[in-house]
């Protein structure tokens, strides 16, 4: 199957949310890993998005080869353990997925830095360990343990898509916190939303809509 759309955002910024919508739109959807919706093959089942994305770019050159049935990632990163997997930020597997679907949306969700980077603290140990503990790009082994670090990172990433993708119609990044999302992100895939809503939030820092 042909990927239609794939978000570049990062983890907690609204990932959850952006997969139900679509969803319900009639995509399916691998939000992480892959579920019992998303394979009938018992062995794929758990598999992680990002371990399928890289297997298939390096043994084939297409990163979709391992997500058969699927049209359509809302989160693809990895942090856990000793694995620590970007797609979203390796941008030579980027043009093999334009290569292969050359019709397919990028979309690339985003929160306010500050809040994302607090809601990153609140998730588990994501803050405080896994990000400072692993290596990432952008964001060395021994950094992102503090707000200052995280926010750079997060504008980093947003940027650096904002250049690669530079007056291409073909990329949309949108504010989960946009009263307007839902109308763009449905004018822009041409395909209506039906729900839109708020999935995923901490209890911690519900308050701030975390996904």
Do not use: C
């Not at 199957?1 to 679509?22: E, F, H, Y």
């Amino acid at each position: 199957m042909t990927l239609q759309v794939v978000n570049l955002g990062l983890p907690k910024s609204g990932t959850t949310t952006l997969a139900k919508a679509l969803r319900l739109a009639g995509y399916a959807v691998a939000d992480h890993r892959l579920r019992g919706r998303n394979t009938d093959d018992r062995a794929q089942k758990g598999m992680l998005v990002a371990d399928l994305l890289y297997r298939g770019y390096f043994e084939t050159g297409d990163p979709a080869t391992h997500l058969p049935g699927i049209n359509a990632v809302s989160e693809m990163s990895v942090l856990r353990g000793a694995k620590s997997l970007w797609p979203q930020m390796d941008f030579a597997l980027l043009l093999a997925i334009r290569k292969f679907h050359p019709e397919v949306r990028f979309l690339a969700s985003r929160r306010d830095a500050f809040e994302l980077s607090q809601s990153m603290l609140a998730w588990s140990d994501l803050g405080l360990k896994r990000l400072p503990d692993s290596v990432i790009p952008g964001l060395p082994q021994g950094y992102g343990d503090t707000t200052k670090q995280r926010m750079q990172w997060v504008e980093g990433h947003y940027a650096a898509l904002a250049r690669f993708f530079a007056d291409d119609p073909n990329f949309l990044e949108f504010d989960i916190a946009d009263p307007d999302a839902r109308s763009r992100i449905s004018v822009f895939l041409g395909r209506d939303l039906p729900w839109w809503g708020h999935l995923n939030a901490n209890p911690i820092r519900e308050r701030l809509g975390s996904n």
